[in-house]
Antibody, heavy 116, light 105 residues
Framework: EVQLVESGGGLVQPGRSLKLSCAAS????????MAWVRQAPTKGLEWVAS????????YYRDSVKGRFTISRDNAKSTLYLQMDSLRSEDTATYYC?????????WGPGTMVTVSS | DIVMTQSPTSMSISVGDRVTMNCKAS??????VDWYQQKTGQSPKLLIY???NRYTGVPDRFTGSGSGTDFTFTISNMQAEDLAVYYC???????FGAGTKLELK
């Protein structure tokens, strides 16, 4: 059974950093692209970043370029999102997803609140 | 950026109804549109990929159609467990529609 479990969310002040993790199991992690998708409270879904199966290429939405870094450790079957210079508009639930031309599996999400 | 305009924003429906919602892309996206269901308090779930392909285990009352810029998602026989917000997404550059919320009449 495919499982994705995010961790690392919490309350952080504007301008500070936070690192999210996503532990994957039930599939060969190194065979799949992975992505982060976020959802602000009571809002819709927004793709944040993607990474190829090897980790050799990464892609970001414009609003997080230069501030967020997606990475992975295939030996640990874990996906990461390093978030720096956080802003109030980054407040959201962050979902880890498996990417296979579509997002076929999602974790339960981890909440990030950026507030002073 | 490709904008996905989804309509309607919400619908009041009854069990057994046929439900249709639409998504219009701001430019040609071919067949690269997926549909997701998100129930309250849950993470999204993939229903339809590449415009018209039902994902594994998805009931056949859910169908998708369209290509280019205009896409349609239909629930043929609405069930109570289908109450949710439905999102379209173009998978060329990953932008979502704003969602259609289904509520009981």
């Amino acid at each position: 059974e495919v499982q994705l479990v995010e961790s690392g969310g919490g309350l952080v002040q504007p301008g500070r950093s936070l690192k999210l993790s996503c532990a994957a199991s039930g599939f060969t992690f190194s065979n799949y692209y992975m992505a982060w998708v976020r959802q602000a409270p009571t809002k819709g879904l927004e793709w944040v970043a993607s990474i190829t199966n090897s980790g050799g290429s990464t892609y970001y939405r414009d609003s997080v370029k230069g501030r967020f870094t997606i990475s992975r450790d295939n030996a640990k079957s874990t996906l990461y999102l390093q978030m720096d210079s956080l802003r109030s508009e980054d407040t959201a639930t962050y979902y880890c997803t498996r990417e296979d031309w579509y997002f076929d599996f999602w974790g339960p999400g981890t909440m990030v609140t950026v507030s002073s | 950026d490709i904008v996905m305009t989804q309509s309607p924003t919400s619908m009041s429906i009854s069990v057994g109804d046929r439900v249709t919602m639409n998504c219009k892309a701001s430019q040609n996206v071919g067949s690269n549109v997926d549909w997701y269901q998100q129930k309250t308090g849950q993470s999204p779930k993939l229903l339809i990929y590449k415009a018209s392909n039902r994902y594994t285990g998805v009931p056949d009352r859910f169908t998708g159609s369209g290509s280019g810029t205009d896409f349609t998602f239909t629930i043929s026989n609405m069930q109570a467990e289908d109450l949710a917000v439905y999102y379209c997404m173009q998978s060329n550059s990953y932008t979502f529609g704003a969602g259609t919320k289904l509520e009981l009449k």
